[in-house]
């Protein structure tokens, strides 16, 4: 079993930067590929980046050249580095843990409780 923490969420104004970071507890967290998803109030969770054991990354449209997504197995954490960020980007980030990348939420085993990220304009 895995257990995650997001934090790093907070309020920023159009066009700056967040880091989010996800610390996994246990000693398997470099068996499972990563993922972060976002949901707006009203809207369904969506996929915004994934990152699998062996580091390679996959991104949503949305946010593919602003974002980043990256792993440090020996911290058991995974971060979103969110540059550039636009007010559409306001939501709730989580992180989730899977055995495999896959960019709908109901592929993943364990989920943190989310981080609020606000983008003012």
């Known amino acids: 079993q895995v257990q995650l923490v997001e934090s790093g969420g907070g309020l920023v104004q159009a066009g700056g930067s967040l880091r989010l970071s996800c610390a996994a507890s246990?000693?398997?967290?470099?068996?499972?590929?990563m993922g972060w998803f976002r949901q707006a109030p009203g809207k369904e969770r969506e996929f915004v980046a994934g990152?699998?054991?062996?580091?390679?990354?996959w991104y949503a449209d949305t946010v593919k050249g602003r974002f980043t997504i990256s792993r440090d197995n020996a911290e058991n954490t995974v971060y979103l580095q969110m540059n550039i960020l636009k007010p559409e980007d306001t939501a709730v980030y989580y992180c989730?843990?899977?055995?495999?990348?896959?960019?709908?939420?109901?592929?993943?085993?364990?989920w943190g409780q989310g981080t609020q990220v606000t983008v003012s304009s």
């Open positions: 246990g000693r398997t967290f470099s068996t499972y590929a």
């Open positions: 989730a843990a899977s055995g495999n990348v896959v960019r709908v939420p109901w592929g993943y085993d364990y």
């Open positions: 990152i699998s054991r062996s580091a390679n990354t």
